[in-house]
């Protein structure tokens, strides 16, 4: 399957997803077949949005067509979709600028990249490549996850590491809220890159692996990011809270750098 097929494929997936999780009574509907209150017709869809039917429903089959911004716009607003799934949506149709990514997998965060990761002493903070491979770290962070100085390179990235490690779910405070989150993120910044090689491999080594994952990526949860509280229980220093920011340099967008910084004093 081809890069183009499978962010098709991707955005009819999407489509799907969010039109039979709509509540009818939000659009003045009556119950569905066996008095059902969750999920549209496409032909409700499609007389909401304005949209041919035959249009949407080649939409939501992944079929080679070219949906104007027009048309996405109507849809996104039938189905009521938030900043973020709207913006994932027009990323997969081609219709809104590729996120930063690097043409090959990048391996080690550069060298100044790094320099800044040491200078937050006392702030554990790391870099994430495109695919979220965790590119570089500086020591309060690999204080707080010693494993990440021990995972191989293959395994060494974030999403992998969430879903599989048993140290990162003793480590979080909520793992199974904070990884569905950490999901839905991912998938936000990585629609229009699906397509790539080293996506679908992660992607489908996670579906092999782990249970959680697999229900999680079925639901299509997209969500942006945002600097917000996390809470740790560390094993030697005890329960550990930060607030989690993330930046990117101006020379570097494709790497994001997250930092986090103590909200409570023995943090």
């Not at 039938?78 to 219709?95: D, F, I």
């Not at 079925?218 to 005890?238: L, N, T, V, Y």
């Not at 570097?252 to 997250?258: A, N, W």
């Amino acid at each position: 399957m081809t890069s183009d097929q499978e962010r098709r494929k991707e955005l009819g997936a999407l489509l799907r997803a969010r039109r039979e999780q709509v509540d009818r009574a939000d659009y003045g509907l009556p119950p569905g077949t066996r008095g059902r209150r969750k999920g549209l017709r496409r032909e409700e869809v499609s007389y909401l949005s304005g949209v041919s039917v035959t249009w949407y429903t080649w939409l939501e089959q992944g079929r080679d067509i070219n949906p104007s911004r027009q048309v996405l716009d109507a849809i996104a607003r039938c189905l009521r979709l938030t900043v973020p799934e709207h913006n994932y949506l027009l990323g997969l149709a081609g219709l809104v600028p590729a996120p930063p990514g690097a043409e090959s997998a990048v391996q080690t965060a550069p060298a100044h990249v790094q320099r800044f990761l040491d200078a937050l002493a006392g702030h554990p903070a790391y870099a994430l490549a495109p695919d979220w491979g965790i590119t570089g770290w500086n020591r309060a962070y690999e204080a707080l996850y010693p494993n990440v100085a021990s995972a191989s390179p293959e395994q060494r990235n974030l999403l992998w590491l969430v879903f599989t490690d048993p140290g990162v779910r003793d480590l979080l405070d909520d793992w199974e809220v904070t990884s569905r989150r950490f999901l839905a993120e991912f998938r936000a910044e990585a629609g229009p890159r699906l397509g790539d090689p080293r996506y679908l491999d992660l992607i489908a080594r996670l579906i092999e692996t782990s249970p959680e994952f697999r229900a999680g990526w079925q639901d299509h949860d997209i969500r942006g990011f945002q600097s917000r509280e996390r809470i740790f229980h560390h094993p030697r220093a005890g329960r550990l809270v930060f607030e989690q920011h993330q930046l990117r340099p101006s020379d570097r967008p494709d790497i994001q750098l997250v930092v986090y910084t103590p909200i409570e004093s023995p943090s």
